[in-house]
């Protein structure tokens, strides 16, 4: 979870994170996880972590989806997050699916020169859509 307020705060939007420690832990680890993890470690610590589920697209099948890839920042630049994310295209191979896919903030240019170097096509036109807990009950 602190890597998930530390990545928060870097997106500016700190108070987005309203997910609780025990909800985190249910969906990663309770009787039907719905996401897994790789992580990095340094002497016990976490100091990275590549978070996934499975996505289903109507037109290119079972799909990697990556949800968040971030490293503290006191280990930015150490190629911590190049591991995360080559294991995650190994995952993404291993598991047999079509492809993965992300999200990145436009304005997040050291992300975007980091996924360019893979080749990773960056599309523009789509815009997110969600209705939060409390819209939902009000229809």
Do not use: C
């Amino acid at each position: 979870m602190e890597l998930v307020h530390e990545l928060a705060l870097f997106e500016r939007a700190p108070e987005e994170v309203t997910v609780t420690l025990a909800e985190f832990e249910d969906a990663g680890f309770g009787n039907n996880p719905v996401w897994k993890a790789f992580v990095a470690e340094d002497e016990g610590a976490i100091i990275g972590l590549a978070l996934y589920y499975v996505r289903y697209s109507t037109w290119k099948g079972r799909r990697l989806y990556l949800e968040d890839l971030v490293v503290t920042e006191a280990y930015r630049g150490k190629g911590i997050g190049k591991l995360l994310f080559e294991v995650i295209m190994q995952e993404t191979r291993d598991l047999g699916f079509s492809g993965m896919m992300w999200q990145v903030l436009d304005w997040n240019e050291p992300a975007i020169k980091f996924y360019n170097k893979y080749e990773a096509n960056i599309e523009a036109g789509w815009l997110n859509a969600t209705l939060s807990k409390e819209q939902l009950t009000r229809f």
